[in-house]
């Protein structure tokens, strides 16, 4: 059986997961001499699971043809983006999957490391916390903040929960200027003020509110329930 087939169910469960909690760090941490397009580091992020999967599994080498079966995409927009790539791997021939891996890797920028503070310590700012793939993609949690007295003090995955008047001094010291928001949607414009006021200039913002910044200042809106709704409409 071809390595497309033996993967592709378990590529497809992990693709989207996997590729939802990286893409948007990746679009700010990326350190590339060329601009590459949004598009363009979304698929290069799904390659790079699909490649982690084939190290797994000790393969040596992959084609454009096998990455193009697994995301049911057109071949030549596999071999378009992987020649954006310093890789000497040739598409008739294979790729050799631990060298292709490490060029996308030094293309996005995995090497920098940033901090980045989870503001919310509900359920969803604890799974995020608990997600120890950011570290393989350069995103380090430093903290999680929130006003819950019964919450302040505790500990998630290593990571303490502290009271949030402490997050401007702790930016400040940390050199932090990521801020992942997951506080209810009716909380969500006044964080953002307060963050804003403490420095922060990138927001991964979780909550279903359009929040307004200054300009200086960068939103990425992850929309859980816009995503359902694409996945679930002909359902």
Known sequence: MQPEKIFSNRVNNIL????FLIRPFLLYNQVMD???SDKVINRLTLYHCILDDYIEQNIEFISSKQIAGLLKIDDSQVR???????????SRVGYIVKELKKSIEATLGFAKTKNAF?????????????YDNFANYGLNIVALFDNDKKKIGGTVNHKIILDISKLPNLSRKSNVDIAILTVPRKYAQVTADFLVKANIKHIWNFTPAVLEVPEDVQVWNENLMGNFLQFSYNI
């Open 118 to 130: 989870i503001v919310g310590a509900g359920n969803l700012g604890m799974a995020l916390a608990k």
């Open 34 to 36: 060329k601009k590459i």
């Open 80 to 90: 378009k983006d992987i020649n954006l790539l310093n890789n000497s791997g040739k």
């Open 16 to 19: 989207l997961g996997r590729n």
